[in-house]
């Protein structure tokens, strides 16, 4: 059985000799000379460690911000700290109790005291955590045989309502979704995890009131009349009214939760809703997203009366307003959503109960556990970490760590020596020697940055000036967000390098750029589109892409009418809408004339004709007298392959489909239109010389 884990932080080597000769044999004894050094040990070893000894006093970093350091951190849960010092004040005792110590011990040290105080707090922990985990099955056991009454009732009520059985899991699902967005974009609704289970689980019951309304309105295949339709409006406040009779309403937060939902889904931000017009925020924030919820999956669903809306219609016809008024912020969160909405919402619905119960299990067990590694993880690491001091050496590249809470700067050895600093800077932005090197108000500066980039476009660089042995060196900074494994992910911090010679990186970037673009648009020209196409093909093979093929109808009216130089600035306005109607992610090219390609990333939409619709419709349209209309030819991976050179041939076979319709027009591949155009191209009679 392996032994348990004792780290002593003490900066006196003697202290650390006498406490490792009173514990050793039964221990395995972990040392560090200062502060700092015991947050790097356990920042890597947290899991494993048993027990923490602290001194109080120490250079660089003192016990008590130690403590301050592991709250913030939550190892304090799970390492037992026991200070050691031979400063004995009431005041000192209360603060370090107040930052989580379990005991103390002075110097000079008594032998059986040190072992029984450490051998008690171990022994205490070791309880501590089994009656945890005891409370933890038993609230988990509790909590699974609420949700299943909970999704026995709302079964029902879909039993009588003729729906698939899917539409409560399709709300939960997607009342967390929203719920996470909306917590990203502001912290006015108090959004924990907690209240977000609470809101989710008592999504299901939104229309237990149906249970109340007759069965020929409620499954009336056609339109209600006025008078159903009243009826059918009573459910709300008839649901509201069986949960408000529920004996322990007021001891329950989730009956309370599901009272607001129940009654208040259908109102709407404009106070055109029912069955009290409340508007705005006067509407529980809990009723606005389960209302969200719950007419999106309405839209994309079959119902008695209608059949389903796509994924994308669905989402226009609430963004346009079709559907009611909705929180502004909550419709942000639907935009954002768009691309990735669907394809969660199927992997939830596609996954098997037992395989949802175990994400649930999985996501509690990672929350309560520090998680950790094994030694021979640490050791792989160690070695992983020696090469890679070998080769920033070589590469003379400065690498470094920061990371947020607490504000932590680490510098790799090389880049330390380099720069001369220590390895480990706690507050950079208060360092006097980081201060010096970046210059006035840079590191701000840097730190806004980091802060703008998300888990999908975590990297950032940037040239700024490093102030070295007295001058100015210009460095290209880059580095990469790294983000928390929460459902919302949290900034933690970013790993990054600073390049030296920037100058000649810099014109090397200059050159490659000029060679890939188009001088007249400042698009890419047919060499750099066709490169990082073909990379982006590659990366991404799983992706829906689409390349779009188009030129301008009528371009030599243009320059036979107004001139050449109208002409180019014809091409220079349609490049302008091209950048304008597509996301960052999306390519935009000139390949020669009046010729263009646009590269479209659209992930996991199914139905790509609104995108390519909307597009066309963006680049379309008076420009000083001169209307411009294009025809567009569209290829889909999924139908070619993913291959440039095909993809590029068959969305020309469409362009030439638009251009025999009657140009203005766009006309997305299919596979039987290569045996059409080829019929058409046969029977062409050649002109008589």
């Not at 929203?178 to 289970?197: A, M, N, P, V």
């Not at 059918?232 to 329950?252: C, F, N, W, Y």
């Not at 990186?505 to 890939?516: F, I, N, S």
């Not at 059409?676 to 010389?689: D, F, K, M, R, Y």
Request: hydrophobic share 35%; charged share 25%.
């Amino acid at each position: 059985m392996p032994k348990e884990k004792i780290l002593i932080t003490d900066d006196s080597e003697m202290n650390r000799a006498i406490l490792a000769d009173i514990l050793e044999g039964k221990y395995e004894i972990l040392e560090a000379e200062d502060g700092i050094q015991a947050v790097s040990i356990l920042q890597k070893q947290a899991s494993t460690i048993s027990l923490m000894l602290l001194d109080i006093v120490m250079p660089r970093m003192n016990g008590f911000e130690v403590l301050d350091v592991m709250n913030k951190n939550g190892w304090i849960e799970v390492v037992p700290v026991i200070m050691v010092s031979a400063e004995t004040g009431s005041d000192q005792v209360q603060s370090a109790y107040s930052l989580g110590v379990t005991d103390f011990i002075s110097r000079p040290f008594d032998v059986n005291i040190v072992r029984r105080r450490v051998n008690n707090t171990l022994l205490l922990y070791a309880k501590q955590k089994r009656l945890t985990a005891m409370v933890e099955q038993q609230i988990y056991e509790k909590e699974q045989r609420s949700s299943l009454m909970i999704d026995i009732l709302s079964h029902i009520v879909e039993f009588r309502n003729g729906e698939s059985g899917l539409h409560i899991v399709h709300v939960r699902k997607l009342t967390e979704i929203f719920c996470r967005k909306i917590r990203q974009l502001t912290d006015k609704y108090d959004l924990t995890d907690e209240k977000i289970e609470l809101i989710a689980t008592a999504s299901a019951l939104h229309d237990i009131g149906k249970i109340a309304i007759d069965d020929k309105i409620l499954n009336k295949p056609g339109r209600l009349t006025d008078e159903e339709f009243r009826i059918m409006k009573t459910h709300s406040e008839k649901g509201a009214q069986m949960l408000s009779q529920i004996p322990v309403r007021d001891e329950s937060h989730l009956v309370d939760t599901a009272y607001e939902i129940t009654r208040w889904h259908h109102e709407r931000w404009d106070g055109r809703g029912y069955p009290d017009g409340k508007k705005g925020d006067d509407i529980p924030i809990s009723a606005q997203i389960v209302a969200l919820a719950d007419v999106y999956d309405a839209l994309t669903s079959v119902r008695v009366y209608k059949g389903p809306y796509t994924h994308d219609e669905a989402v226009d016809m609430i963004l346009d307003g079709q559907c009611g008024a909705f929180n502004p912020l909550l419709l942000q969160c639907l935009r954002e959503s768009r691309s990735t909405l669907r394809a969660e919402l199927d992997s939830e619905v596609n996954a098997q109960p037992e395989q949802r119960e175990m994400r649930n299990y999985e996501a509690a067990v990672k929350k309560a556990s520090a998680g950790g590694m094994s030694e021979r993880t640490l050791r792989l690491l160690d070695y992983e970490r020696m090469k890679y001091n070998f080769y920033e050496a070589m590469s003379e590249e400065v690498h470094f760590e920061y990371k947020c809470s607490p504000s932590m700067l680490t510098i790799s050895l090389y880049g330390a020596k380099k720069l001369g600093l220590d390895e480990i800077i706690m507050n950079p932005e208060k360092n006097p020697s980081i201060q010096a090197l970046l210059g006035e108000n840079t590191w701000e500066t840097l730190r806004e940055h980091l802060k703008q980039t998300t888990p999908e476009q975590p990297e950032y660089s940037g040239e700024y000036p490093l102030y070295l042995s007295g001058g100015m060196r210009q460095h290209k900074l880059i580095f990469r967000a790294v983000w928390s494994d929460d459902l919302v992910p949290k900034l933690e911090g970013c790993l990054g390098k600073a390049v030296d010679d920037h100058a000649a990186w810099e014109e090397r970037e200059e050159l490659t750029q000029k060679a890939h673009q188009d001088p007249l648009t400042g698009l890419l020209n047919r060499a750099g589109a066709q490169e990082k196409i073909e990379q982006r093909l590659q990366d991404n093979p799983e992706h829906h892409l689409a390349l779009a093929y188009f030129d301008l109808d009528f371009f030599k009216d243009a320059n036979n009418t107004y001139g050449h130089l109208f002409g180019d600035k014809v091409l220079q306005e349609l490049a302008h809408r091209m950048e304008h109607s597509i996301r960052g992610s999306d390519i935009a090219a000139r390949i020669g004339g009046d010729e263009f390609i646009l590269f479209l990333d659209c992930m996991n939409v199914v139905n790509i004709r609104p995108i390519v619709e909307r597009i066309h419709r963006s680049l379309c349209g008076e420009y000083e007298g001169f209307n411009i209309t294009v025809s567009m030819g569209v290829a889909e991976s999924k139908v070619v392959g993913t291959d440039y050179e095909t993809l590029l041939d068959a969305a020309d076979q469409a362009l030439y489909a638009s251009k025999q319709a009657g140009k203005a027009t766009f006309t997305i591949y299919d596979p039987e239109m290569k045996n059409v155009l080829q019929g058409v191209h046969n029977a062409i009679t050649p002109l008589e010389s």
